[in-house]
């Protein structure tokens, strides 16, 4: 099989000892930065009440109003 250019150029960087890519790259050692954790029961209820804040249809009763809007026109003559 052959050699991908990638590979080659690491070898070669090796061969001349300058620094490698890999040793570049930051060594977590299996550590995830971002963990996560499971939320706790307030934040679980202030994430749904701030997710529904601004639905209405909780707080009505059925009920609906209609609005008719009337236009005037000057008329300019």
Same mark, same amino acid.
């Given at each position: 099989?052959?050699?991908?250019?990638?590979?080659?150029?690491?070898?070669?960087l090796?061969?001349?000892?300058?620094?490698?890519?890999?040793?570049?790259?930051?060594?977590?050692? !299996?550590?995830?930065?971002? !963990?996560?954790?499971?939320?706790?029961?307030? %934040?679980k209820?202030?994430?749904?009440?701030?997710?529904?804040?601004?639905?209405?249809?909780?707080?009505?009763?059925?009920?609906?109003?209609?609005y008719?809007?009337?236009?005037?026109?000057? %008329?300019? !003559?």
């Open positions: 099989m052959s050699m991908s250019k990638a590979k080659k150029a690491r070898q070669k090796a061969q001349q000892g300058r620094m490698m890519p890999d040793a570049l790259r930051g060594s977590w050692q !299996g550590i995830n930065p971002a !963990g996560r954790r499971t939320p706790t029961l307030q %934040e209820q202030a994430k749904l009440n701030k997710k529904h804040r601004r639905n209405h249809a909780s707080y009505s009763d059925g009920s609906f109003f209609m008719k809007r009337l236009q005037r026109r000057c %008329e300019a !003559g």
